[in-house]
Protein backbone atom coordinates (compact mmCIF):
# COMPACT_ATOMS: atom_id res chain seq x y z
CA UNK A 1 0.00 0.00 0.00
CA UNK A 2 1.18 3.36 -1.11
CA UNK A 3 1.96 5.35 2.16
CA UNK A 4 0.36 9.19 2.68
CA UNK A 5 1.82 11.14 0.65
CA UNK A 6 3.05 9.31 -2.00
CA UNK A 7 1.74 9.28 -5.65
CA UNK A 8 2.14 7.39 -8.69
CA UNK A 9 2.83 9.05 -12.39
CA UNK A 10 1.07 7.78 -15.39
CA UNK A 11 5.06 6.64 -16.81
CA UNK A 12 5.38 4.97 -13.44
CA UNK A 13 2.49 3.16 -13.50
CA UNK A 14 3.07 2.42 -17.24
CA UNK A 15 6.47 0.75 -16.25
CA UNK A 16 5.28 -1.48 -13.78
CA UNK A 17 2.79 -2.90 -16.26
CA UNK A 18 5.28 -4.89 -18.53
CA UNK A 19 7.03 -6.16 -15.36
CA UNK A 20 3.84 -7.94 -13.75
CA UNK A 21 2.57 -8.75 -16.99
CA UNK A 22 6.10 -11.08 -18.17
CA UNK A 23 6.02 -12.78 -14.72
CA UNK A 24 2.30 -13.87 -15.10
CA UNK A 25 3.27 -14.66 -18.85
CA UNK A 26 6.39 -16.57 -17.66
CA UNK A 27 4.27 -18.83 -15.06
CA UNK A 28 1.61 -19.58 -17.56
CA UNK A 29 4.14 -21.09 -19.78
CA UNK A 30 5.50 -23.41 -16.57
CA UNK A 31 1.87 -24.51 -15.85
CA UNK A 32 1.52 -25.52 -19.07
CA UNK A 33 4.87 -26.49 -20.65
CA UNK A 34 5.11 -30.87 -20.14
CA UNK A 35 8.23 -31.77 -22.24
CA UNK A 36 9.58 -28.75 -20.79
CA UNK A 37 8.56 -30.97 -17.13
CA UNK A 38 10.79 -33.55 -18.30
CA UNK A 39 13.81 -31.68 -18.92
CA UNK A 40 16.32 -30.17 -16.12
CA UNK A 41 16.60 -26.65 -15.86
CA UNK A 42 19.49 -26.52 -13.47
CA UNK A 43 22.18 -25.04 -16.39
CA UNK A 44 19.47 -21.78 -16.42
CA UNK A 45 21.63 -19.53 -14.99
CA UNK A 46 22.05 -15.95 -16.21
CA UNK A 47 20.70 -15.39 -19.99
CA UNK A 48 20.19 -12.05 -21.78
CA UNK A 49 19.60 -12.53 -25.22
CA UNK A 50 19.49 -15.40 -27.78
CA UNK A 51 22.80 -16.48 -29.43
CA UNK A 52 24.04 -17.07 -25.47
CA UNK A 53 25.63 -19.96 -25.00
CA UNK A 54 25.41 -22.15 -22.18
CA UNK A 55 28.51 -24.24 -21.35
CA UNK A 56 27.59 -27.44 -19.35
CA UNK A 57 30.79 -29.41 -18.22
CA UNK A 58 31.47 -32.47 -18.28
CA UNK A 59 33.78 -35.21 -16.15
CA UNK A 60 36.27 -37.64 -17.92
CA UNK A 61 36.74 -41.12 -17.82
CA UNK A 62 38.49 -42.49 -15.04
CA UNK A 63 41.14 -45.64 -15.83
CA UNK A 64 40.10 -48.71 -13.33
CA UNK A 65 43.06 -50.77 -12.96
CA UNK A 66 43.56 -54.04 -11.31
CA UNK A 67 45.96 -53.85 -7.95
CA UNK A 68 48.55 -56.72 -7.53
CA UNK A 69 50.21 -56.50 -3.98
CA UNK A 70 52.91 -58.94 -4.92
CA UNK A 71 54.01 -56.75 -8.16
CA UNK A 72 53.53 -53.60 -6.16
CA UNK A 73 56.24 -54.92 -3.39
CA UNK A 74 58.80 -55.22 -6.41
CA UNK A 75 58.04 -51.53 -7.77
CA UNK A 76 61.02 -49.06 -6.24
CA UNK A 77 58.81 -46.29 -7.03
CA UNK A 78 54.64 -45.94 -6.30
CA UNK A 79 53.12 -48.54 -7.92
CA UNK A 80 49.88 -46.53 -8.34
CA UNK A 81 49.02 -45.07 -12.00
CA UNK A 82 47.91 -41.81 -11.91
CA UNK A 83 46.08 -40.00 -14.42
CA UNK A 84 44.89 -36.38 -15.27
CA UNK A 85 40.89 -36.85 -16.80
CA UNK A 86 40.34 -34.69 -19.57
CA UNK A 87 37.10 -32.35 -18.89
CA UNK A 88 34.13 -32.67 -21.83
CA UNK A 89 31.88 -30.08 -22.81
CA UNK A 90 28.68 -29.72 -24.07
CA UNK A 91 27.48 -26.18 -25.56
CA UNK A 92 23.63 -25.47 -25.19
CA UNK A 93 23.05 -22.68 -27.42
CA UNK A 94 20.22 -20.13 -26.39
CA UNK A 95 18.90 -20.25 -30.36
CA UNK A 96 15.10 -19.90 -30.14
CA UNK A 97 13.29 -16.61 -29.50
CA UNK A 98 9.58 -15.86 -30.14
CA UNK A 99 7.68 -12.93 -29.34
CA UNK A 100 4.00 -11.43 -28.31
CA UNK A 101 2.86 -8.26 -29.07
CA UNK A 102 -0.58 -6.90 -28.02
CA UNK A 103 -2.31 -3.38 -28.99
CA UNK A 104 -4.69 -2.23 -26.29
CA UNK A 105 -7.05 0.94 -27.34
CA UNK A 106 -8.19 2.13 -23.72
CA UNK A 107 -4.89 1.53 -21.93
CA UNK A 108 -5.91 3.00 -18.99
CA UNK A 109 -9.14 0.57 -18.67
CA UNK A 110 -7.12 -2.19 -19.14
CA UNK A 111 -4.38 -1.82 -16.65
CA UNK A 112 -6.81 -1.63 -13.86
CA UNK A 113 -8.58 -5.08 -15.23
CA UNK A 114 -6.35 -8.02 -13.93
CA UNK A 115 -8.43 -10.60 -15.07
CA UNK A 116 -8.11 -8.93 -18.63
CA UNK A 117 -4.43 -8.65 -18.52
CA UNK A 118 -4.14 -12.44 -16.67
CA UNK A 119 -6.48 -13.51 -19.75
CA UNK A 120 -3.84 -12.28 -22.66
CA UNK A 121 -1.33 -13.55 -20.09
CA UNK A 122 -2.78 -17.48 -20.60
CA UNK A 123 -3.02 -16.75 -24.09
CA UNK A 124 0.86 -15.14 -24.62
CA UNK A 125 1.89 -18.41 -22.45
CA UNK A 126 0.13 -20.86 -24.00
CA UNK A 127 1.56 -19.66 -27.45
CA UNK A 128 4.90 -19.71 -26.15
CA UNK A 129 4.34 -22.91 -24.48
CA UNK A 130 3.56 -24.72 -27.86
CA UNK A 131 6.80 -23.56 -29.33
CA UNK A 132 8.89 -25.26 -26.64
CA UNK A 133 7.00 -28.07 -26.21
CA UNK A 134 6.99 -28.68 -29.75
CA UNK A 135 10.68 -28.50 -30.25
CA UNK A 136 11.69 -30.52 -27.36
CA UNK A 137 8.95 -33.55 -28.36
CA UNK A 138 11.15 -33.20 -31.77
CA UNK A 139 14.61 -34.62 -30.10
CA UNK A 140 13.43 -37.70 -29.38
CA UNK A 141 15.44 -39.10 -32.38
CA UNK A 142 18.80 -37.67 -30.48
CA UNK A 143 18.91 -40.24 -27.71
CA UNK A 144 21.03 -43.30 -27.20
CA UNK A 145 19.41 -45.38 -30.60
CA UNK A 146 19.36 -41.93 -32.63
CA UNK A 147 16.69 -42.38 -35.33
CA UNK A 148 16.55 -45.97 -34.82
CA UNK A 149 13.73 -46.69 -32.40
CA UNK A 150 14.10 -49.02 -29.25
CA UNK A 151 10.76 -50.62 -29.91
CA UNK A 152 8.73 -50.18 -33.41
CA UNK A 153 5.12 -51.25 -33.07
CA UNK A 154 2.28 -50.63 -35.35
CA UNK A 155 -0.27 -52.89 -34.04
CA UNK A 156 -0.76 -51.18 -30.86
CA UNK A 157 -3.74 -52.21 -28.92
CA UNK A 158 -4.82 -52.23 -24.71
CA UNK A 159 -3.29 -55.85 -24.90
CA UNK A 160 -0.33 -55.07 -26.22
CA UNK A 161 0.21 -51.23 -24.93
CA UNK A 162 2.17 -52.17 -21.58
CA UNK A 163 4.81 -54.43 -23.32
CA UNK A 164 5.84 -51.13 -25.30
CA UNK A 165 6.06 -49.28 -22.80
CA UNK A 166 7.57 -51.95 -20.43
CA UNK A 167 10.58 -52.62 -22.73
CA UNK A 168 11.43 -49.05 -22.35
CA UNK A 169 11.31 -49.50 -18.82
CA UNK A 170 13.50 -52.03 -19.34
CA UNK A 171 15.96 -50.41 -21.57
CA UNK A 172 16.52 -47.46 -18.83
CA UNK A 173 16.90 -49.71 -15.80
CA UNK A 174 20.03 -50.86 -18.22
CA UNK A 175 21.58 -47.25 -17.33
CA UNK A 176 20.78 -47.49 -14.16
CA UNK A 177 18.09 -44.83 -14.27
CA UNK A 178 16.28 -44.21 -11.62
CA UNK A 179 13.35 -41.34 -11.81
CA UNK A 180 11.87 -42.66 -14.79
CA UNK A 181 9.61 -40.24 -17.43
CA UNK A 182 7.64 -40.97 -20.07
CA UNK A 183 4.99 -38.81 -22.36
CA UNK A 184 2.29 -40.10 -23.73
CA UNK A 185 -0.43 -39.19 -26.57
CA UNK A 186 -3.89 -39.33 -25.66
CA UNK A 187 -4.83 -42.35 -27.70
CA UNK A 188 -2.01 -44.38 -25.88
CA UNK A 189 -3.26 -42.84 -22.38
CA UNK A 190 -6.43 -44.18 -23.74
CA UNK A 191 -5.74 -47.74 -24.40
CA UNK A 192 -3.74 -48.21 -20.80
CA UNK A 193 -7.49 -46.95 -19.56
CA UNK A 194 -9.00 -49.80 -21.30
CA UNK A 195 -6.48 -52.33 -20.29
CA UNK A 196 -7.74 -51.33 -16.50
CA UNK A 197 -3.65 -50.20 -15.79
CA UNK A 198 -4.91 -46.36 -15.81
CA UNK A 199 -7.57 -45.30 -13.46
CA UNK A 200 -10.87 -42.53 -14.62
CA UNK A 201 -9.47 -41.52 -11.55
CA UNK A 202 -5.89 -40.50 -12.54
CA UNK A 203 -7.30 -38.95 -15.84
CA UNK A 204 -8.24 -36.26 -13.11
CA UNK A 205 -6.19 -33.61 -10.84
CA UNK A 206 -2.97 -32.79 -12.47
CA UNK A 207 -3.82 -33.92 -15.98
CA UNK A 208 -4.54 -30.23 -16.78
CA UNK A 209 -0.98 -29.34 -16.86
CA UNK A 210 -0.11 -32.89 -18.08
CA UNK A 211 1.19 -34.99 -15.12
CA UNK A 212 -1.10 -38.46 -14.58
CA UNK A 213 0.83 -40.24 -12.33
CA UNK A 214 3.34 -42.99 -11.20
CA UNK A 215 1.86 -45.80 -13.83
CA UNK A 216 3.93 -48.65 -14.67
CA UNK A 217 7.24 -47.53 -12.47
CA UNK A 218 7.26 -44.18 -14.97
CA UNK A 219 6.30 -40.66 -14.21
CA UNK A 220 3.96 -40.40 -17.03
CA UNK A 221 3.05 -37.50 -18.48
CA UNK A 222 0.25 -36.90 -21.41
CA UNK A 223 0.89 -34.09 -23.81
CA UNK A 224 -0.77 -34.06 -27.49
CA UNK A 225 2.48 -32.78 -28.68
CA UNK A 226 4.72 -35.98 -29.21
CA UNK A 227 6.30 -35.87 -32.06
CA UNK A 228 4.94 -37.95 -35.21
CA UNK A 229 6.77 -39.27 -37.56
CA UNK A 230 4.11 -38.82 -40.25
CA UNK A 231 0.91 -37.68 -40.11
CA UNK A 232 -0.75 -41.39 -40.05
CA UNK A 233 -3.41 -41.49 -37.83
CA UNK A 234 -2.41 -42.65 -34.23
CA UNK A 235 1.01 -42.70 -35.38
CA UNK A 236 3.43 -41.00 -32.16
CA UNK A 237 7.72 -41.44 -31.06
CA UNK A 238 7.17 -42.01 -27.86
CA UNK A 239 10.01 -40.71 -25.72
CA UNK A 240 11.01 -41.91 -22.17
CA UNK A 241 14.04 -40.84 -19.97
CA UNK A 242 15.88 -39.73 -17.28
CA UNK A 243 15.09 -36.21 -16.04
CA UNK A 244 18.82 -35.13 -16.59
CA UNK A 245 18.78 -36.51 -20.49
CA UNK A 246 17.52 -33.16 -21.82
CA UNK A 247 18.51 -29.44 -20.64
CA UNK A 248 16.06 -26.39 -20.90
CA UNK A 249 17.18 -22.70 -20.92
CA UNK A 250 14.47 -19.93 -21.02
CA UNK A 251 14.38 -16.74 -20.35
CA UNK A 252 11.13 -13.88 -21.04
CA UNK A 253 13.11 -10.62 -22.10
CA UNK A 254 12.83 -7.75 -23.50
CA UNK A 255 9.21 -6.83 -22.18
CA UNK A 256 8.06 -3.47 -22.25
CA UNK A 257 4.93 -1.42 -22.85
CA UNK A 258 5.22 1.40 -25.54
CA UNK A 259 2.41 3.89 -27.06
CA UNK A 260 1.83 3.26 -30.72
CA UNK A 261 2.54 5.62 -33.53
CA UNK A 262 -0.14 7.44 -35.17
CA UNK A 263 -2.91 5.58 -33.08
CA UNK A 264 -4.02 6.33 -29.64
CA UNK A 265 -3.38 2.81 -28.01
CA UNK A 266 -0.48 1.49 -26.30
CA UNK A 267 1.30 -2.06 -26.87
CA UNK A 268 3.05 -4.72 -24.60
CA UNK A 269 5.42 -6.62 -26.14
CA UNK A 270 7.99 -9.25 -24.80
CA UNK A 271 10.91 -11.42 -25.90
CA UNK A 272 10.97 -15.16 -25.16
CA UNK A 273 14.15 -17.03 -25.62
CA UNK A 274 15.31 -20.45 -25.04
CA UNK A 275 17.48 -24.01 -26.06
CA UNK A 276 17.31 -26.83 -24.93
CA UNK A 277 18.85 -30.32 -26.22
CA UNK A 278 19.91 -33.68 -25.19
CA UNK A 279 22.66 -33.60 -23.10
CA UNK A 280 22.62 -37.33 -21.53
CA UNK A 281 21.95 -39.51 -24.53
CA UNK A 282 22.45 -42.89 -23.17
CA UNK A 283 19.70 -42.28 -20.80
CA UNK A 284 16.74 -41.29 -23.77
CA UNK A 285 14.78 -44.05 -25.83
CA UNK A 286 12.10 -43.76 -27.85
CA UNK A 287 9.00 -45.66 -29.22
CA UNK A 288 7.77 -45.79 -32.84
CA UNK A 289 4.39 -46.38 -31.95
CA UNK A 290 0.94 -47.05 -33.98
CA UNK A 291 -2.46 -47.69 -32.42
CA UNK A 292 -4.93 -49.86 -33.88
CA UNK A 293 -8.69 -49.94 -33.10
CA UNK A 294 -10.04 -52.14 -30.44
CA UNK A 295 -11.54 -54.87 -31.37
CA UNK A 296 -12.91 -56.66 -27.59
CA UNK A 297 -14.30 -52.98 -26.41
Not at 230 to 236: E, I, L, S
Not at 249 to 272: K, N, W
Request: with cysteine.
Amino acid sequence: MPQAGMSFGNEEIRDAVPVIFAAKVLKEIEDKLVFGKIATKEYEGEINEVGDRVVIRGLGEVTIRKYDPKTAKTVPEDPVQYETPQDSAIFLDVDQAYYYGISEGDIKKKQSDLNHMANYAEKAGFGLDKKVDTYIASLYNTGAMGATPYVLDATVDSKSATSAIGELWDALELVNVDRKFIVLPSWLVLRLLYAGIVNADDLKGELKNGFIGRVLNFEMYQSNRCAQPDTTKWHHAIMAGSYDAIAFVQQLIETEQLRLQGDFASATRGLHVWGSRVIKPKELYWADLQGVAETNI
